[in-house]
């Protein structure tokens, strides 16, 4: 995955409170008044190894993958987005994913057929680093491949994410606000037909020294849920615990990184040695997971049947662009018609006028 960074992205955030008397804080909140330290990618290495396994990947290299989570699990399921003021719409993971504060805000997610969902590490935070899709009745999203980057001028590209239907996750739009957003997600074999409903609104934008996702309209949920929304503050935590919620704000860890230097690796303890013994050590999908070649047998018959949806979705497009076309031509033709009546008329008025001033000297 190609990394572009951003110069002076991460700018020290000062807090007048910090220096005033009595100002007062969440309780249970730890706050620093933001740091001018940068560190590597050896602090995912060290911090996320208690929490799952590394292995070297022959193409993305040392990534990693959570342990012990359900047969069902996605990335940016078990949490809840909330409204910022700096940086729009944000995930919040919960509790039972500590390390949330890496994963869903550095880097990539890429679907593994032998281990599932594995992390790439990152150097660039955002928001959320999540493709979005919207219908009059649902709001999905899924984890961008490690095929996307993103520029501070051009915004993500390539156009087409290449997303397995799979990977993602609707709910309806009334439920999108709701605060355990894993018990109202649909099941996942509605996936193809909703995304069959819905259109891309994926829209990150650089705004001073931040990315901002304004991918869906606040109003547009505020209508859904008959609620006004509450927009947090971002306070920057000093320790890469579980993200904190307290009245208005939201404290994150969120340090500048910059890469690991070369040769680097995670903890021995961490990395798993072969991939049946990391399997066997560290399921990954409960005790009913089909096996590896099963699993691979069954994501090629999905991203097929997902591939046929994309050339149907690109057959109708071009559709749309031919009707255009035509609309377009005929839209031209008519311009000229409307113009050689306009002509015939001006002739014929300038007939006219020429045949009275002869009938007027005679």
């Known amino acids: 995955m190609k990394r572009k960074t951003m110069k002076g992205y991460w700018l020290a955030i000062v807090l007048a409170c910090a220096t005033v008397s009595g100002c007062a804080t969440t ?3 730890d706050f620093y008044e933001g740091s001018s330290a940068t ?13 799952g396994h590394w292995i070297e990947h022959v193409q993305f290299g040392w990534v990693w993958y959570p342990s012990g989570v359900s047969v069902n699990w996605r990335p940016y399921t ?39 969902w594995l992390w790439i590490p990152g150097t660039e935070w955002g928001p959320a680093w999540v493709d979005w899709r919207i219908s009059g009745d649902f709001i999905g999203w899924a984890p961008l491949g490690p095929n996307v980057e ?21 709910v309806p739009r009334r439920e999108f606000l709701y605060a355990r957003i894993n018990e109202v997600i649909v099941p996942r074999s509605r996936n193809v037909t909703i995304l069959n409903e819905t259109k891309d609104v994926t829209r990150y934008t650089v705004q001073g020294d931040r990315i901002v996702n304004n991918s869906i309209s606040v109003a547009a949920i505020e209508k859904a849920t008959g609620k006004k929304i509450q927009r947090y503050q971002i306070i920057e935590a000093s320790k890469p615990n579980h993200t904190k919620v307290g009245g208005n704000q939201i404290a994150l860890y969120r340090p500048r990184v910059s890469r690991a ?19 066997k050590q560290a399921p990954r999908h409960g005790s009913g997971e089909k096996s590896p070649g099963a699993r691979a047998d069954l994501q090629q018959r999905q991203e097929q049947e997902f591939q046929k949806m994309e050339q149907r979705h690109r057959a109708e497009q071009d559709q749309m662009k031919k009707q255009r076309s035509n609309a377009s031509k005929k839209m031209n033709l008519q311009r000229q018609q409307a113009e ?3 002509a015939l008329q001006r002739r014929h008025e300038q007939e006219r006028r020429v045949f009275q ?3 007027h000297f005679r």
């Open 27 to 29: 309780p249970g909140i």
């Open 39 to 51: 560190i590597d990618e050896r602090v995912f290495y060290t911090r996320l190894s208690p929490y």
């Open 78 to 116: 078990q949490g809840q987005w909330l409204e910022s003021d700096e940086f729009g719409w944000i995930w919040v993971a919960s509790n039972a994913e500590p390390w949330g504060w890496a994963t869903y805000h550095y880097g990539r997610w890429y679907d593994d057929p032998a281990y599932g």
């Open 150 to 170: 993103f520029d501070i001028y051009e915004g993500l590209g390539p156009a087409n994410f290449n997303i397995g239907w799979a990977g993602w996750a609707f």
């Open 261 to 279: 230097p070369a040769g680097s690796s995670p903890p021995k303890s961490a990395i798993a040695k072969q991939r049946n013994a990391a399997l």
């Open 340 to 342: 050689e009546r306009r």
């Open 357 to 359: 001033a002869r009938g």
